[in-house]
DNA sequence: ACCTGAACACCGTTCAAGT
DNA sequence: ACCTGAACACCGTTCAAGT
């Protein structure tokens, strides 16, 4: 039931105290790499720095990713399998117009509880071309996530009847904006108390553009 | 009536054929650096590479700018300009909720056809702390734009009267995240067409969003 | 099976020196 | 006034070698 799976390969921990430095350096280096782009942004990670704070020389990452960047698409999966998780604890209960709008600041709190994650996942650093097949079976899951509750509300006569799509593509975008926006510090909110209220006027604003109400897109526009 | 004004100390072009290499190696720089962002990235971007092509010595720079970052906040500051210009021309003739479209049209093409511009603004490469006077008033320059035509809306009645830095906000939010989405591929959209179409979809829907018949916000949400 | 240490080809920045 | 070349302290990655 939680959103983080158990390692790819649960090796027992080790069993004499030898002189190697971990049990599990691959879940420790993802920790440390999260907490070093907390502290200094994501060119703080460097694999001298992270295997420094670990005890490890700047190549032993080698055993355990392929690359710098294969840990960089780690934490992202990780933080598309909690945003999913976050997501869906939000609109579930209730499955209304109301547990939408509480899906939208579900998102953007997740953002900003998580800019470290957040960052990775959407700030440009991953290679597209990688093809990192656990970071895309879980970014698309966790779209997927906003799809369903569209097409749920849909069926209840609760939001404008266009292509699921073009409505999750463009709710998607307003709160991945204020996201992106609110973790840069381009909103000129002064907490996160701040942009917690930014996100609920998008949400209410969303709400009036997506609503029942709403006259369907044209043909054009599908 | 250029958004590019012209260069701070527009120095003769060298009158004899000398050694030096450039008469004007500061607009030669940040033209290699758009280029390069284009096609590597800004990652490519480095003192030797865009040297190099330019024939120059990779210390060479730091005669013309105090150092990489303030580079690459010349070429931000240089898309805000472009920007507000592209913005203001689309909504400036009609004036209209037509021409609020017209402008949210206007944002996201600028960013797919300068991608390396609209990175370097937004990707999250500059220094906030570094406060560099020409990107401090370039950019609220621009969203300035967004805010003014919200008024002139408001004031015509076409527009739901909440408080025009929310509406702006919100509005914001979304072009931005269409512009950031399909600049990183993520709208799964085949040509630059495609992603005029979702944003034509998002306009119309921030238009019954934000339209005059929108309830207004209660005064929480304000 | 897991990690090290040295080597390699990079990087931004500084600074004395050149013209 | 403008640029170079060498030096410095970094960086990711590879690989033979260690245990």
New binding site residues.
């Given amino acids: 039931m939680s959103p983080m799976p158990p390692a790819p390969s649960p090796?027992p921990a080790r069993k004499r105290a030898d002189r190697?430095?971990?049990g599990d350096?691959r879940r420790a280096l993802l920790a440390e790499a999260v907490r070093t782009i907390q502290k200094d942004g994501v060119e703080g990670?460097?694999?001298?720095?992270i295997?420094a704070r670990l005890?490890?020389?700047?190549?032993?990452l080698?055993?355990?990713f392929t690359?710098?960047?294969a840990l960089l698409a780690a934490v992202a999966a990780e933080g598309f399998r909690m945003l999913r998780s976050e997501t869906d604890a939000a609109f579930r209960p209730a499955q209304t117009p109301e547990g939408f709008a509480a899906m939208a600041v579900a998102y953007v709190r997740f953002a900003t509880e998580h800019p470290s994650h957040y960052r990775v996942m959407f700030g440009g650093y991953l290679d597209r071309k990688r093809r990192d097949p656990e970071l895309e079976s879980e970014g698309p899951a966790a779209f997927q996530v906003l799809v369903d509750a569209i097409v749920t509300l849909q069926k209840r006569g609760e939001i404008v009847a266009d292509h699921p799509l073009h409505v999750a593509r463009f709710v998607w975008a307003t709160v991945h904006g204020v996201a992106m926006l609110a973790i840069n510090g381009l909103l000129m909110c002064a907490d996160e108390q701040a942009v917690i209220a930014v996100t609920r006027y998008a949400a209410l604003r969303l709400g009036s553009g997506v609503g029942a109400h709403a006259a369907p897109a044209p043909a054009r526009d599908q």
Avoid: E, I
């Fill in positions: 090796r190697y430095h971990h350096l990670v460097t694999l001298r720095n295997g005890g490890v020389s700047r190549a032993a080698y055993r355990h690359d710098k960047s």
